[in-house]
């Protein structure tokens, strides 16, 4: 049974860093963009980064541009979010999800194009 587990979420003062870690089962990534989106209280869900299918592209939201790193590992059939200089705004729940990727090398970050979701993690920033 495909399925996608988010890990490595929890609580972490303002300046901080944590690694979020997407695992995939019953399905390789090979073929599959994904994304990384976080929904705070209250608000909308957004994009925060994606990455291609093959690794080569990825593409950040400009309120993380700098700060984090998206990456992915095919031997663990795993992607990470490197999250550093952590924000109290990055405060949310962080979800992992998946498209069949028809085109290798670029990613769209938009939560339509993605078929398949985790069942999150919660960041929080705060001090």
């Known amino acids: 049974q495909a399925q996608i587990v988010e890990s490595g979420g929890g609580l972490v003062q303002p300046g901080g860093s944590l690694r979020l870690s997407c695992a995939a089962s019953?399905?390789?990534?090979?073929?599959?963009?994904i994304g990384w989106f976080r929904q705070a209280p209250g608000k909308e869900r957004e994009g925060v980064s994606c990455i291609s299918s093959n690794g080569g592209y990825t593409n950040y939201a400009n309120s993380v541009k700098g700060r984090f790193t998206i990456s992915k590992d095919n031997a663990k059939n795993t992607v990470y979010l490197q999250m550093n200089s952590l924000k109290a705004e990055d405060t949310g729940v962080y979800y992992c999800?998946?498209?069949?990727?028809?085109?290798?090398?670029?990613?769209?970050?938009?939560?339509?194009?993605?078929?398949?979701w985790g069942q999150g993690t919660q960041v929080t920033v705060s001090s």
């Open positions: 019953g399905f390789t990534l090979d073929y599959y963009a």
């Open positions: 999800a998946v498209y069949p990727a028809s085109v290798q090398h670029l990613c769209i970050m938009a939560s339509r194009f993605f078929r398949s």
